[in-house]
């Protein structure tokens, strides 16, 4: 069970890097949970999706040095990662954004259920991410 939940979370994040939103997204239950760092917790694939496709908009990312733990039991895991980004355009209330790179230790935490993402909790030094992108 350890082992089919990291190759779960593997999988999620290889689509993220693919930037293949179809395949990442099917990888949700409907009804996926997801905590944005700093922000507030919201409910529903379609939600889901359409905060990804905020941050696709705003952002260029990819995520490298991965780490994935798992519960014995694979219904927890947990990814620790650092973000290679690339600020494309400004996001309300942050920085303006003339394409600024930035690297970015961050980290989640899953909850799994019948071979899907139902919650996924992400954390990130906000600070630190302003620090680097603010000109």
């Given amino acids: 069970m350890t082992q ?12 993220f890097n693919r930037q293949d939103m179809p ?3 099917a990888l949700l ?6 905590d944005i760092n700093q922000g507030a917790r919201e409910t529903g694939k379609d939600v889901f999706a359409a905060f990804m496709a905020r941050m696709n ?8 040095d991965m780490v994935i733990m798992a519960s014995a039991d694979g219904q927890r895991a947990a990814a620790e990662f ?3 980004g690339e600020y494309l355009s400004t996001d309300d209330g942050l920085p303006e ?3 600024q790179t930035y690297r970015l230790p961050a980290g989640a935490f899953f ?3 019948d071979g899907k993402v139902a919650r996924v909790s992400n ?4 600070n630190d991410w302003i620090a680097q992108v603010n000109p």
Avoid: M, P
């Fill in 23 to 25: 395949a990442f997204l």
């Fill in 82 to 84: 650092v973000v290679l």
């Fill in 4 to 15: 089919a939940a990291i190759e779960l979370v593997r999988a999620y994040y290889d689509a």
């Fill in 111 to 113: 909850e799994l259920c």
């Fill in 29 to 34: 239950t409907d009804d996926v949970v997801h």
């Fill in 57 to 64: 908009a705003h952002y260029r990312e990819q995520l490298v």
């Fill in 123 to 126: 954390y990130y030094n906000l």
């Fill in 97 to 99: 954004a003339c394409g």
